[in-house]
């Protein structure tokens, strides 16, 4: 947004630099991002009066003019296309010098000579315009210099808005804040409104068919109107302010938005049929041409003012051409009204139409003074325009605004801020926002929140009016303290903690997502979840809509991101909390991801051959032993099972002590090309707790083997279906309590042993506490393990 500080002037006093008003809106929380000074002192640059206007005889686009300040006429090739015969203008003779530093010289414009040069505004410095030549008002006599018609360079300041204060999108809401600040008085315009003896219900209605989608409408007719160039003066805090003029009615009700925050727009009444507006949702199939020529396509999503026939503007957004204002317009319907935020939001991205208009409706307008913003625009026309005001006004409002009331203690204040102030200087910086204390007593006060301050809720954002307003830099900066809190349980943070320097052990990095996520990226992994998924009723963007009910869709997403900035090789880790719906109820938990991308578990002289899905999943696997290991979990387990991220046959899921605690798996290929990744990619998501819940345990020592140990091997040729879990699992239920350890040292698969078949070599290892064992011992252990399996696996065995 940007103020112009002269008409900033108009309603608030204060004594400082423009720098020490930028600086004092900033700490407040108004950021300014700029200062700008538009305008100068136009050395050489005059106020010129068209007295002709010919053809270029070698040029279809250029013009030869005819020219005077005051003294002799002067021939100029202009190429503007609205220069005519008569007109005042900004014009720059031989000798002047632009505001960019150019010295205008006699120059010969396709064989015509030019003494000079008529000026648009860009080329002045005060705006971006270029499609014309600026006009000046016919009272200036030729040979003014035109720094006496424009007056000094004005300062503008470029403002950034946070979205939660639409009030601030306003020169009075500025204002008020100004005033707050230097302790001034806010100065709103008196409002003069000479009505006629008609009244407006006698020459228009107003029917709202969707009050939700348009809470407050209203609607004043204006009749006796003069279509022609608005004053000077508004022309110019228009152009200061990045607005385009236009005419007098047009620039009116700019000018109000710009003043109060409220956008206006004025339908010439001639055009509407019967005269009359209707508020309601867009038909199916139904279009209109907007002010910008664009036919554009409306759905039933999208609210339309529309008259008796058809729609004649989309809703908070943009007019329609049909209904505009024309030159040979003498009567106009005023609109003010206040419309649902994210009902225009969602209009403006359906149509790709964004407006200033809009920028206001999407951050929320104050229902309560749209009609004062109507008869400021309407005492304007009558002062300005010559218009005649119809008595009265068409008010559709059925659900008035209510002011609230927020309660907070005095010394909340003072604890939260760490300020000292007292409560007087409380209830004064209050009161200069508008705040007005409905009650208050020894312990608490109670502020009436006005209607303009939709963002004051609860007493938090009452204390961060006072902190603004008092000064952030007040704010005490103490010293960094740790405090001890008798009979604290810090167990949970520490054994977090520990895990996550397991994880970086382990040689993982740890990564950290938002909360919020897209739905499309949720959709990509499980689109049958909708109904679990918690979405936020007013998100600020579609990419962060929804709580995420997994960590497995943003692992794979920053793993693939990586992937696009040449990362090839990553390990990554996230602890977070996700969300979910269960029976209506919102859940949530502490859950842990791992993700691994590329030859993570090569040696520098492998890393360039392809990745066998096998071991992927085997370096997960082995990831996975690792953090158990070092959570002194023993009792862990894998079944096989089936989710919509993983590759079918390539999923398990992860058991402790028999209770299920999360998923493993390979990434679906079709997932994967998403982001272009090639090779498997391994992803891992664990319940916390159950990672944590040893934590602190001191395991028993165990005394260092004195006897020595005795291995067997077994070659099990078993049928493809038969997991390794499987067999560990039978060895373990079999084996007498001095085996010691089962290693899986060799997978082999060939047509030499059978279709459907592989075979499984492992060495078991056997060793006594208390004695030596002997190879008789070892052996009866061993043939009892392999009747075992051969009895319960139907496999064959052979020796090794």
């Known amino acids: 947004m940007k103020l112009p500080i002269s008409w900033l002037k108009d309603y608030v006093d204060f004594d400082d630099t423009v720098q020490g008003l930028a600086d004092k809106l900033t700490f407040s929380g108004v950021e300014v991002e700029g200062i700008e000074m538009v305008g100068g002192e136009y ?34 090739v202009c190429g503007a296309p609205n220069v005519k015969a008569g007109q005042k203008v900004p014009f720059a003779p031989v000798g002047a010098t632009l505001p960019d530093g150019t010295k205008l010289k006699k120059a010969k414009i396709r064989q015509m000579d030019s003494h000079g040069m008529l000026l648009a505004e860009d080329e002045l410095g005060l705006s971006d315009d270029h499609s014309g030549i600026m006009v000046l008002e016919d009272h200036w006599a030729p040979g003014t210099p035109l720094a006496d018609v424009l007056g000094p360079p004005e300062t503008v300041l470029d403002l950034e808005i946070t979205p939660n204060r639409p ?42 068919d969707d009050p939700e989608g348009c809470p407050r409408y209203t609607a004043r007719v204006l009749d006796g109107i003069t279509i022609a160039p608005s004053p000077s003066w508004m022309q110019k805090r228009l152009t200061l302010a990045g607005i ?211 963002d004051l809720e609860r007493d938090v954002d009452l204390i961060e009016e006072v902190a603004r307003l008092h000064g952030l830099d007040n704010v005490p900066t103490p010293s960094p303290r740790a405090e001890l809190v008798p009979d604290a349980d810090y167990q949970s ?68 991101r990586n992937h696009a900035r040449q990362i090839r090789e990553t390990r990554f880790f996230e602890s977070g909390r996700v969300y979910w719906l269960a029976d209506g109820e919102k859940c949530e938990e502490q859950r842990i991801a791992l993700g691994l991308m590329g030859p993570v578990g090569r040696g520098p002289y492998e890393k360039r051959q392809p990745i066998e899905a096998g071991e992927m999943f085997a370096w ?84 260092v083997p004195v006897y020595p140990s005795i291995s067997r091997d077994m070659a099990l040729i078993v049928d493809q279906h ?23 040292f060799d997978i082999f698969e060939s047509d030499a042993i059978g279709s459907g078949k592989k075979s499984m070599a492992y060495s078991v290892t056997y060793r006594s506490d208390t004695r030596t064992l002997t190879d008789e011992e070892a052996n009866e252990y061993h043939d009892r393990v392999k009747d075992a399996i051969k009895r319960e696996l139907n496999v064959s065995i052979r020796e090794g």
């Open 43 to 76: 050395p050489g640059i005059v106020v010129g009066e068209v007295l002709s206007v010919m053809p270029h005889p070698n040029a279809d686009r250029l013009t030869i003019c005819r020219v005077t300040d005051g003294g002799p006429d002067a021939q100029v």
């Open 167 to 208: 009030d601030c999108l306003s020169l009075i809401g500025i204002a008020r804040e100004v005033a707050a600040l230097y302790g001034t008085t806010l100065k709103v315009p008196e409002l003069e409104l000479p009505e006629s003896d008609i009244a407006v219900d006698t020459l228009t209605r107003v029917d709202v």
């Open 244 to 454: 385009r003029p236009i005419n007098n009615v047009v620039d009116i009700t700019n000018y109000v938005m710009l003043e109060t925050g409220h956008p206006l727009h004025a339908f010439d009444q001639a055009l509407l049929s019967e005269g009359r507006i209707v508020v309601r949702r867009a038909q199916p199939g139904e279009t209109m041409a907007t002010l910008d020529e664009i036919e554009r396509k409306l759905s039933p999503d999208i609210l339309v003012i529309a008259d008796a026939a058809q729609p004649v503007a989309v809703a908070g957004v943009m007019g329609g051409a049909g209904s505009e204002i024309r030159p040979e317009t003498t009567t106009v319907l005023l609109e003010s009204a206040c419309f649902d935020p994210l009902l225009t939001r969602a209009t403006s991205r359906a149509l790709a139409l964004s407006t200033e208009s809009s920028y206001r409706f999407e951050r929320g307008v104050d229902a309560q003074t749209v009609d004062w913003a109507s008869q400021r625009a309407a005492a304007l026309m009558a002062a300005h325009v010559g218009a005649t005001v119809a008595r009265g006004v068409i008010d559709a409002y059925p659900s008035p605004v209510q002011e609230r009331d927020v309660t907070c203690r005095w010394d909340f204040v003072r604890a939260l801020t760490g300020m000292s102030i007292s409560n007087e200087g409380i209830q004064t910086i209050l009161e200069s926002l508008g705040l007005a204390l409905a009650r208050s007593d020894e312990e608490r006060f109670t502020a009436r929140v006005p209607t303009f301050r939709r």
């Open 493 to 560: 943070s520490r054994a977090l903690a520990r895990l996550k320097t397991h994880l970086a052990g382990l040689g993982l990095r740890e990564i950290m997502n938002y909360s919020l996520t897209a739905p499309a990226l949720l959709d990509l992994f499980n689109p049958d979840d909708q109904d679990r998924r918690i979405v936020l009723p007013h998100p600020i963007s579609a990419d962060q809509s929804v709580l995420r009910p997994s960590l497995i869709p943003q692992m794979v997403e920053t793993m693939g």
């Open 620 to 703: 997960m696997k082995g990831a996975l032993e690792g953090l158990f290991d070092a959570q002194d979990i023993a009792n862990w387990s894998v079944e096989r099972t089936t989710h919509s991220a993983f590759e079918a046959g390539q999923a398990v899921i992860v058991l402790v002590d028999g209770e299920e605690i999360g998923v493993m798996g390979l990434i679906r290929s079709d997932l994967r090309h998403e982001w272009r990744l090639e090779d498997p990619v391994a992803v891992a998501e664990l319940q916390n707790a159950p990672l944590l819940k040893y934590f602190g345990r001191i395991t028993p020592a165990r005394a």
């Open 722 to 744: 038969v997991a390794h879990e499987d067999i560990v699992t039978l060895i373990r239920k079999h084996a007498e309590k001095d085996l010691e350890k089962i290693e899986l």
